[in-house]
């Protein structure tokens, strides 16, 4: 009699965890994975990033007037927003119209953006902004570049951004000694020479992630050695991928976005060499929402990918657990 008590005791609580389970997956239908909203729509966030130590996450809004820096605390769950100041604001004349990109620097200390200032010339400048103070100044770089994208090497000894020349945009970098603001070093290298827009590091350093449409009409997911060379393009030729991607922290996987039958965007993850491409995140094929989920970074430990989503509430962030 105490076996089958046992029994039914065990029989109720595997029925109680799996009901536990199912109903934590995303509302959308999403399988095997848990979705978590952190910050609201009132900061309409626009693009994110990590910490280097997996703290914090660094985002820019746009409340209509003109983007905002924040950052978003995980172990208190707050949001701190950055009051700027300091030569980058002095010496700007008018208001920040738009920023391209987000990275941190290794020690986690400042954020970087390309910024466009609002001069009717499209005119963009490199800042470095203090996490602490919001104190800001810009990066001077070599011969007059309007760099959009930036990012800093695994190693910290290079800068790599991207630039748009005769409608066509593509990877470069630069040397750099850490500092505020960091300096760039000798001249600038030019990676790819047929398209490359938004790039991210490999974990390792051995080469870029980005997209483009080096070989085919449609836009798709490519990577290229540091040192330049032949892309291998990732995603198949059908996929028509968006610019935001990410690395898994051992390098294995690559995050990205992509509108199946012209509908709202979803995140899908695709081995780093290629393979089969799965599905992370899911709308209704019939679904009205016209974005959908953006701007994915995966954290440093390998437990949450960050994203944006307008899908689930317009400029919301949201955490999706990976197993």
Not at 7 to 29: F, N, V
Not at 46 to 53: A, F, H, M, T, V
Not at 67 to 73: A, K, L, N, V
Request: hydrophobic fraction near 35%.
């Amino acid at each position: 009699m105490s076996n089958k008590r046992t029994i039914i005791l065990l029989s109720l609580c595997a029925i109680i965890i799996a009901t536990i389970l199912l109903t934590s997956c995303d509302e959308q239908g999403t399988p095997n994975n848990y979705i978590v909203p952190i910050i609201d729509d009132s900061y309409n966030c626009e693009y994110l990033r990590w910490s280097p130590d997996g703290s914090k996450i660094g985002f820019w809004g746009d409340n209509g007037f003109s983007p905002e820096f924040f950052i978003w605390d995980k172990e208190e769950g707050n949001v701190i927003k950055l009051e700027l100041y300091g030569p980058a604001i002095d010496s700007t004349p008018f208001d920040i119209e738009y920023i391209s990109g987000l990275a941190w620097t290794l020690d986690g200390e400042y954020l970087l953006c390309s910024v466009k200032i609002d001069d009717y010339k499209s005119f963009k400048e490199l800042w470095q902004v203090s996490i602490a103070d919001g104190y800001s100044e810009k990066i001077e770089m070599p011969q007059g570049q309007q760099p959009s994208y930036p990012e800093v090497s695994p190693d910290g000894e290079w800068l790599t951004y991207s630039i748009k020349e005769n409608e066509m945009w593509n990877i470069w970098k630069v040397a750099i000694q850490s500092g505020m603001p960091i300096t760039t070093i000798g001249v600038p290298i030019k990676i790819t020479f047929d398209g490359g827009g938004l790039s991210r590091w490999s974990p390792d350093g051995s080469k870029f992630a980005y997209y483009g449409n080096y070989y085919t009409q449609y836009s798709c997911l490519y990577t290229i050695p540091v040192s330049g060379g032949e892309p291998t393009i990732i995603t198949p030729f059908d996929f028509k991928v968006r610019e935001w991607l990410t690395w898994s922290p051992d390098g294995d996987w690559l995050v990205y976005c992509y509108n199946q039958h012209y509908g709202p965007m979803e995140l899908w993850k695709i081995p780093s060499v290629g393979g089969t491409p799965q599905q992370i995140t899911e709308f209704e094929e019939e679904s009205q929402i016209f974005y959908g989920d953006s701007c994915p970074d995966w954290s440093p430990d390998g437990e949450w990918i960050a994203f944006i989503s307008d899908g689930r509430n317009y400029g919301s962030v949201f955490l999706i657990k990976m197993q």
